[in-house]
């Protein structure tokens, strides 16, 4: 069964570069099946979209945060990652690592990390 | 892109039935067949509902429905359980190659 789990730093100062990372078991990034993604709650509100990356590292964005996001697939160590510069108090958040199909896969972010509390605060 | 619009809150009885609207566009919803719908519980991530808009994932209860007609999306419940209570959010691919969601909708079960 495949599981993901976030992890990095709970707790960065405004002006700092979010860096998390999901590790994938029970899996591959390497499956050509799929894209491997980014979603964010604030507290209390909706989720947004951040965006996604395939095996071969394609990736597309959220065109709000897309001068500020980068996401990143390491099919050797079997995670992906998100970089997101210049932080506010507005990107305060839990962060989701998601699964999405392709290619014949249901077209569809399941299944989804437990979720990692990202605060920023000076 | 503009979230997809979403009541803010319904209700309905044990027993009964509800259904929660998800409105969109031409260049979203009313596009393609990929709406999915979520249920999140308090502190809890997100689950998957349905998928391709009327699709339910092995284990999901068949209390649980999807439909499309034009640029609206639903989600119907039936037979409305205590558990069931939690927000629910709609999904969409969009024109542009993006994903988007809807503000959400939360249950409650009198």
């Known amino acids: 069964q495949l599981q993901l789990q976030e992890s990095g730093p709970g707790l960065l100062k405004p002006s700092e570069t979010l860096s998390l990372t999901c590790t994938v078991s029970?899996?591959?990034?390497?499956?050509?099946?799929?894209?491997w993604g980014w979603i964010r709650q604030p507290a209390g509100k909706g989720l947004e979209w951040i965006g996604s990356?395939?095996?071969?590292?394609?990736?597309y964005c959220n065109p709000s945060l897309k001068s500020r996001v980068t996401i990143s697939v390491d099919t050797s160590k079997n995670y992906f990652s998100l970089k997101l510069s210049s932080v506010t108090a507005a990107d305060t958040a839990v962060y989701y690592c998601?699964?999405?199909?392709?290619?014949?896969?249901?077209?569809?972010?399941?299944?989804w990390g437990q979720g990692i509390l990202v605060t920023v605060s000076s | 892109q503009s979230a997809l619009t979403q009541p803010a809150s319904v209700s309905g009885s044990p027993g009964q039935s509800i259904t929660i609207s998800c409105t969109g566009t031409?260049?979203?919803?009313?596009?393609?067949?990929?709406v999915s719908w979520y249920r999140q519980h308090p502190g809890k991530a997100p689950k998957l509902m349905i998928y391709?808009?009327?699709y339910r994932p092995s284990g999901v209860s068949s209390r649980f429905s999807g439909s499309k007609s034009g640029n609206t999306a639903s989600l119907t419940i039936s037979g409305l359980q205590a558990d069931d209570e939690a927000d629910y959010y709609c999904?969409?691919?969009?024109?542009?190659?993006?994903?988007?969601f809807g503000g959400g909708t939360k249950l409650t079960v009198l």
């Open positions: 998601v699964r999405r199909g392709t290619n014949g896969e249901p077209k569809t972010y399941d299944p």
């Open positions: 029970g899996g591959s990034v390497s499956s050509t099946g799929y894209y």
């Open positions: 990356v395939n095996y071969s590292g394609y990736t």
């Open positions: 031409t260049s979203d919803v009313g596009g393609y067949n990929y």
């Open positions: 391709d808009v009327t």
């Open positions: 999904s969409s691919y969009t024109s542009s190659g993006t994903w988007v």
